[in-house]
């Protein structure tokens, strides 16, 4: 476990992380990373007092892209020069650490330098690694010199209010478990409560949807919401440099390590703001509902029969991974479940599209181990999103609120009770 470690580190992770971290002068139980641009210095002032009794370091990233407008950039850099000033670093020191307690030290990685930017296409995802890299060190750096793991690394972000019970909720995860998910909630900015209702019940729909069709990729994708193990994270070379979606890419591959597990509690309380700060996600997503005459006719949630279908790929896969490899085995298998001739068609037509051949040209040169496995580390989280939006585009296209309630007896119960009282409160009955 070490030397996989030790490797990641010397080879992969951030400049300076491991310089950075000697700078720890007593033993952690948990490391927090919070990536934070275009945010006043007061939003982290929760993060910091946070009352946990854990022995903790937060990393704090204050970073922006190379294509922040130069108002974003501004405030970024008061933000940076704020907390230098607060804890005693200099105001051209671009990294650095301060104890807040006996158990407890702030790191401050400080990218608002002209010369130090954040690519513009690498944007969130490198800040994000940048801190976890940090983390990794750090965690090692315990580990050595006070015989103190660290069982997790956790990420969040500056527009949120971690609950007290925050660091205490991954104790009882199972060994085999790579990362936690959190439960949250959006709190929305005044005149984009309708907005953040429906952008809310889209992200529980489709996860809904993936749990029930037994897929394994079945979990929430937000960034301020993860934990992940040291040794998962360097396994999987860390968090990929995108400026979006690198919550997504890095839960997709450690899907493929070990289990997510999506905890029931304690529940992160996110802003809900209208945002431009990355290129998708709940702040765009905002801004364009928002724009809608009318989000209820006019906003599109995927049809039920994508996750039917998802459910009919598991259960062919499940199948086809007992008895035999082949691609005509598997239509087999997929007939079996599935049997509506133009719905198999049309599923199959999907596979196709995300050029499923190139499995079955694999698995038949492998031993017929656990090819049910091998489906699944194909058809992973990413090859998931893309047959839905084949499946949207070819044959079935979105609903807006009031047509997917017709739809009602195809959702699961979780997605059925909230698309009833996402429709009540705007005054649509729902008989």
Not at 85 to 100: D, L, N, P, T, V
């Amino acid at each position: 476990m070490a030397e996989v470690i030790q490797r990641y580190l010397e080879t992969m992770s951030a400049d300076g992380c491991g310089t950075l971290a000697r700078q720890l002068s007593h033993a952690l139980d948990a490391v927090l990373v919070v990536p934070a641009y275009d945010e006043p210095a007061h939003a982290l002032q929760s993060i910091l007092s946070h009352p946990a009794q854990q022995r903790l370091a937060i990393v704090l990233v204050i970073n922006a892209p190379d294509s922040a407008p130069a108002c974003a950039l501004r405030r970024t850099r008061v933000m940076a020069q704020e907390l230098k000033h607060r804890f005693g670093m200099g105001a051209a020191q671009r990294e650095g650490s301060a104890k807040i307690g006996a158990s407890r030290t702030v790191f401050i990685i400080d990218r608002t330098a002209s010369d130090a930017l954040i690519p513009a296409k690498q944007g969130v995802g490198l800040a994000r690694k940048l801190g976890l890299d940090l983390a990794l060190a750090l965690s090692e750096y315990s580990r050595e010199h006070f015989a103190s793991p660290v069982r997790w690394l956790y990420s969040t972000d500056a527009d949120v209010h971690l609950p007290d019970d925050y660091f205490d909720a991954g104790a009882a995860a199972p060994e085999e478990a790579s990362a936690l998910v959190y439960p949250f909630a959006h709190r929305a900015e005044a005149g984009f409560e309708l907005a953040m209702r429906m952008y809310e019940f889209k992200l529980h729909y489709y996860v809904n949807g993936l749990q029930w069709a037994g897929s394994p990729y079945g979990y929430h994708s937000i960034g301020s919401t993860l934990a992940v193990r040291p040794l998962a994270y360097a396994q999987v070379r860390g968090v990929p440099r995108r400026a979006g979606g690198e919550d997504f890419y890095l839960l997709n591959k450690l899907a493929k390590l070990g289990s997510i597990v999506s905890l029931t509690h304690p529940v992160i309380h996110i802003q809900g703001r209208p945002s431009a700060r990355v290129p998708f996600g709940t702040g765009p997503a905002l801004g364009s509902i928002a724009q809608l005459d009318d989000p209820m006719n006019d906003f599109g949630f995927y049809h039920p029969f994508c996750f039917q279908a998802l459910q009919y790929l598991q259960q062919a896969a499940e199948a086809w991974g007992h008895t035999a490899r082949t691609s005509a085995d598997f239509l087999v298998s997929l007939k079996a479940v599935c049997r509506d001739a133009e719905q198999t068609e049309c599923i199959w037509q999907g596979l196709h599209a995300l050029k499923v051949e190139r499995l079955f040209r694999h698995v038949a040169t492998q031993r017929p181990s656990d090819l049910t496995r091998q489906f699944h580390d194909w058809f992973d989280a990413f090859q998931t999103l893309k047959f839905v939006h084949y499946l949207r585009d070819a044959q079935y296209a979105s609903l807006n609120a009031r047509e997917l309630w017709q739809h009602r007896a195809d959702l699961p119960p979780p997605t059925r009770t909230a698309l009833a009282a996402l429709l009540q409160r705007e005054g649509v009955s729902t008989p």
